[in-house]
């Protein structure tokens, strides 16, 4: 079992930025076989994917149009990734969830969010205009 704990959430102004973190644990977490994603909703939509993270190798993968705002990293040692979120617009706010997956069971399907085994509480971040 995995166990994700999302923190940093909050409430924030357009054009400014917060750092959302996610610590992992459980029996069977190892940074060497999972990736983690961050991905949001809305309520009435689809969750989204926003970026993911593998935390052996340390690539990262992003959605397009969130490129170059929105920055995943992780703290291998702390077994915790982060999502740094700059230049916040009003869309932006959505609840915000940490996923993982082992990328030995679904390789590099890290846009899907049905390729996750597991999932985090998650976290409310609201910009206001």
């Known amino acids: 079992q995995v166990q994700l704990v999302e923190s940093g959430g909050g409430l924030v102004q357009a054009g400014g930025s917060l750092r959302l973190s996610c610590a992992a644990s459980?029996?069977?977490?190892?940074?060497?076989?999972?990736?983690l994603g961050w991905f949001r909703q809305t309520p009435g939509k689809e969750r989204e994917f926003v970026a993911a993270?593998?935390?052996?190798?340390?690539?990262?993968y992003y959605v397009d149009s969130m490129r170059g705002r929105f920055t995943a990293s992780r703290d291998n040692a702390r077994k915790t990734v982060y999502l740094q979120m700059n230049n916040l617009k009003p869309e932006d706010t959505a609840v915000y969830y940490c996923?993982?997956?082992?990328?030995?069971?679904?390789?590099?399907?890290?846009?899907?969010?049905?390729?996750?085994?597991?999932w985090g509480q998650g976290t409310q971040v609201t910009v206001s205009s």
């Open positions: 996923a993982a997956q082992n990328v030995l069971s679904h390789g590099s399907r890290w846009g899907e969010d049905r390729e996750y085994d597991y």
């Open positions: 459980g029996r069977t977490f190892s940074t060497y076989t999972y990736r």
């Open positions: 993270i593998t935390p052996d190798t340390g690539s990262t």
